[in-house]
């Protein structure tokens, strides 16, 4: 009787089984729930690291950092080709000691010419003046064709001789242009001023070529017709002076 009574005392004092169940499973949650704080732990562990990393690659990207990074040559190399590309776009400026000592030589040059005209006595059939291409001689058209032709006259071929001893003394590039006044002219030979423009400076230079032996890769030839009249056409007067030969001693490159 009494063994009885104690084991029934022993039996009523043990936990229920549900509760083991339950404590494991709670025990289980617990655990479930320490991994995945130690794992948000661990994240953010990481998204730190990164953005320190990202941090410090932005500042280096914008500072100088004293040790080299990573493929640091192929940027310099970059950077070099930028530089070189930007070089070869801008042009060289010109000096100024060049570009004064051009004019200066204009200078001189026209001086000797207008000289050189005085003492020929050629003021009255040549006149000397200076543009941005050079230095400009003018002949007017009544002292090397008769009207509408490009044939030299006979009293044009003496002033074209001391012209030619003057550009066989100046080693420039010279460019002739035949100029007319706006008066129509249509003939089998000329149906145009165009035409009438361009064969008298084309006379001019055949004529410095082939009978003064001056070298023929020095000169060009245009012939502009009445579109670059000196004054404006409005008397006779005036288109006398446009009906011209300008020889453009040009200034050296």
Same mark, same amino acid.
């Given at each position: 009787?009494?063994?009885?009574?104690?084991?029934?005392?022993?039996?009523?004092?043990? $936990?229920?089984?549900?509760?083991?169940?339950?404590?494991?499973?709670?025990?289980?949650?617990?655990?479930?729930?320490?991994?995945?704080?130690?794992?948000?732990?661990?994240?953010?562990?990481?998204?730190?690291?990164?953005?320190?990393?990202?941090?410090?690659?932005?500042?280096?990207?914008?500072? +100088?950092?004293?040790?080299?990074?990573?493929?640091?040559?192929?940027?310099?190399?970059?950077?070099?080709?930028? *530089?070189?590309?930007?070089?070869?776009?801008?042009?060289?400026?010109?000096?100024?000691?060049?570009?004064?000592?051009?004019?200066?030589?204009?200078?001189?040059?026209?001086?000797?010419?207008?000289?050189?005209?005085?003492? *020929?006595?050629?003021?009255?059939?040549?006149? $000397?003046?200076?543009?941005? *291409? #050079? %230095?400009?001689?003018?002949?007017?058209?009544? %002292?090397?064709?008769?009207?509408?032709?490009?044939?030299?006259?006979?009293?044009?071929?003496?002033?074209?001789?001391?012209?030619?001893?003057?550009?066989?003394? !100046? +080693?420039?590039?010279?460019?002739? *242009? #035949?100029?007319?006044?706006?008066?129509? !002219?249509?003939?089998?030979?000329?149906?145009?001023?165009?035409?009438?423009?361009?064969?008298?400076?084309?006379?001019?230079?055949?004529?410095? %070529?082939?009978?003064?032996?001056?070298?023929?890769?020095?000169?060009? !030839?245009?012939?502009?017709?009445?579109?670059? +009249?000196? %004054?404006?056409?409005?008397?006779?007067?005036?288109?006398?002076?446009?009906?011209?030969?300008?020889?453009?001693?040009?200034?050296?490159?």
């Amino acid at each position: 009787m009494n063994l009885n009574r104690k084991r029934k005392k022993k039996q009523g004092k043990q $936990a229920p089984l549900w509760m083991v169940t339950y404590s494991d499973m709670v025990t289980l949650i617990l655990v479930f729930f320490i991994l995945l704080f130690s794992m948000s732990q661990i994240d953010a562990e990481k998204l730190k690291t990164v953005t320190e990393s990202y941090q410090q690659r932005v500042i280096f990207d914008y500072y +100088p950092s004293p040790v080299e990074l990573e493929r640091s040559s192929d940027v310099k190399e970059d950077e070099k080709e930028s *530089e070189n590309i930007t070089e070869l776009q801008q042009p060289e400026p010109i000096a100024s000691d060049d570009f004064e000592k051009q004019i200066d030589e204009l200078e001189k040059l026209l001086q000797q010419i207008e000289e050189y005209i005085r003492n *020929e006595g050629l003021s009255d059939v040549i006149s $000397a003046t200076r543009t941005d *291409e #050079g %230095v400009v001689l003018v002949l007017q058209e009544n %002292v090397l064709f008769e009207s509408g032709e490009a044939q030299l006259i006979g009293d044009a071929l003496p002033l074209l001789n001391k012209v030619a001893t003057l550009l066989e003394n !100046i +080693p420039n590039l010279v460019k002739v *242009e #035949g100029h007319t006044d706006p008066r129509p !002219i249509k003939t089998s030979r000329f149906p145009s001023n165009w035409e009438l423009s361009g064969a008298r400076a084309s006379s001019v230079v055949r004529y410095f %070529v082939e009978e003064q032996e001056l070298g023929k890769s020095r000169f060009q !030839i245009a012939g502009y017709a009445d579109t670059k +009249p000196i %004054v404006s056409n409005d008397s006779n007067k005036n288109m006398k002076k446009n009906r011209r030969v300008e020889i453009i001693i040009l200034e050296k490159n």
